[in-house]
């Protein structure tokens, strides 16, 4: 596994492509709402049980949802990176639906039908 300054410079690297935190609130990465602190969540990009390090902040029910329709197999493997969960077709619905909600809103995620299936 590998360790030390390759995963600060991939953390570097992430930071500097998009910024996470305005104003003192930290913004979702995948909604672009702000997020209450309460209901904040860090993600994965790699799952930790992959070898994952680096993360982003999430709405909870932005969080629940990706886990909801994807496998930690297919994350690490198909999803990795924020533009590959945008273009997902159920999840691009997701973002569209939820970015009209309050940022407190905190909907229920059901489990997809096809979680699994590639």
Known sequence: MVQGRVKRRQSAALAQE???VTGGLSVCA??????????????????????GVITVYMHRACHKQIHALFTETELAKNYSR???????????????????KPSEFNPA????????KL
Do not use: M, T
Request: hydrophobic share 35%; aromatic share 8%; with cysteine.
């Open 18 to 20: 998009r910024p996470f």
């Open 30 to 51: 995948l909604c672009d709402r702000p997020i209450p602190p309460e209901l904040r969540d860090a993600h994965h990009l790699i799952p930790k049980s992959r070898g």
């Open 82 to 100: 924020l533009q590959e969960l945008y273009a997902h077709p159920a999840l691009a619905k997701f973002i569209k639906w939820v970015k009209g």
């Open 109 to 116: 995620a059901r489990r997809s039908r096809n979680k699994g």
